[in-house]
């Protein structure tokens, strides 16, 4: 019984062990980075626009997950068909296996419709609440526009006619 404790305390040491040498020797091997181009986020060789951190809509995950999730189930659809002309041939299995499979469909289904009737796979959402202000926007003071820079103030010479007015 001991003897099983040792074979994993080896095994799991070993494991351990090559992790670590890995690390260092792979450290020790692999080139240096000269600049930093290399840490850039890559958007399709293209030039980064904007901030790197952009939050993006759920709906995408939940969509790319819904599809994988049926992707998968379908595969399993493939040998079911497949095999069901040869359970026709044996009374016993036939209508048996016919049976599961539109059981599976029928369940594929009723997950189709919970998430159709949740308005997961709707694109387009009223957003009823306030508009999203990026943290670094919030901090930053608005830039000045050109249209402001050059705008003559009509304060100033409002208040002077009012002041000769009033002395007359």
Request: glycine share 8%; proline share 5%.
């Amino acid at each position: 019984m001991l003897f099983d404790y040792v074979n994993v305390l080896v095994f799991a040491s070993v494991g351990f062990a090559f992790v670590i040498v890995n690390t260092i020797v792979g450290s020790l091997i692999r080139p240096k980075r000269a600049t930093d181009q290399g840490l850039e986020v890559y958007e399709c060789g293209e030039e980064t626009i904007g901030d790197t951190w952009v939050q993006f809509d759920i709906r995408y995950y939940t969509v790319a997950l819904i599809y994988v999730i049926f992707a998968v189930e379908i595969t399993f659809l493939f040998p079911w068909a497949m095999v069901l002309t040869e359970a026709y041939a044996i009374e016993a299995i036939g209508y048996w296996a016919l049976a599961k499979g539109l059981l599976f469909i029928t369940i594929l289904l009723f997950g189709l419709a919970a998430v159709w009737i949740k308005g997961d796979l709707e694109w387009i959402l009223t957003y009823s609440g306030p508009e999203y202000v990026p943290t670094q926007a919030r901090l930053r003071p608005p830039v000045p526009t050109v249209d402001a820079l050059t705008e003559e103030p009509d304060d100033a010479g409002e208040g002077e006619s009012e002041d000769t007015d009033e002395a007359a």
